[in-house]
Every structure is written in C-alpha cells, then in structure tokens.
C-alpha cells in the first residue's frame, strides 16, 4: 500500500514540478484509490486474524460480561470491540459463541451472498478463548 500512495505522492509532485495542474476529479480519483487501498488491506489483515473473547465479572457498578476484541494494527486507526451482558440462563460456551456472532455481524459485511459465521471449536489460553470465522456453512 505504501507503493502506491507514494506513487501518487510522486505523480503530484511530477505534476506540480511541469506546470500542470490536477484536477479536481483528478485529485477525487486519486482519493478513492488509496480508500480502496486501504479497505483491501485492512480486510487481507482481518482474514487471517481471530477474536479475543473475555470473560470479566460483576463489579459494583456493572453487570458480568463477555468482551469480544480483534487486534487491528496501529496504523488503521481503531480497535473494535463489542460488550455482550453475561446471560446466566445459557451455558458459557453459548454466551462466548453468542458474544462473538454479534461482534461479527456489526462489523463484518460480507462481500458474497453467505453470511459470516464464527467458528464454534475455539482455542483456550489463559483465561481467554479465541475463534475464527469464515463465510458460508
């Protein structure tokens, strides 16, 4: 990614440098390129990442709950993270699967017709649980 947007960096100058100027749609197009850029990216990094699902008790001032995060590099400017309330009529499992489905359905869009689902075999390491997801069935 750091190719092309300083290739274009490098076209503006070299425009600027003959005389000419960019246009406005010049400039626009130019702006949409590094946006999808940038969205390509930042969905190549989440394909090959899992979701931290944590269990955090009751405090004195909130409820138990399940705490679902991804870990998004720095530079793409946020770090997800959806809090489901702890649901004590269902079994753990069910409220970390659960916690973990809506996590991604408020931030994952598909880009075909199946729908992500998490993977439900997840892996334990201390005291945290992680899953997968993929498309489809």
Request: glycine share 6%; aromatic share 8%.
């Amino acid at each position: 990614m750091e190719n092309q947007t300083e290739y274009l960096r490098r076209l503006a100058s070299d425009l600027r440098e003959s005389g000419q100027d960019a246009t406005a749609e010049d400039i626009q197009n130019a702006a949409a390129t590094i946006e999808r850029l940038k969205a390509a990216r930042y969905q190549r990094s989440r394909d090959s990442k899992a979701l931290r699902v944590r269990y955090v008790g009751a405090t004195n001032t909130k409820p138990a709950r399940v705490i679902v995060t991804e870990s998004v590099p720095a530079h793409m400017g946020r770090n997800p993270r959806h809090t489901m309330d702890w649901q004590d009529d269902i079994e753990p499992r069910e409220n970390r699967l659960l916690a973990a489905q809506e996590y991604l359905d408020q931030y994952f869009k598909p880009s075909g017709p199946d729908p992500v689902r998490v993977n439900p075999n997840g892996l334990c390491f201390d005291g945290d649980y992680f899953y997968t997801w993929s498309t489809g069935h």
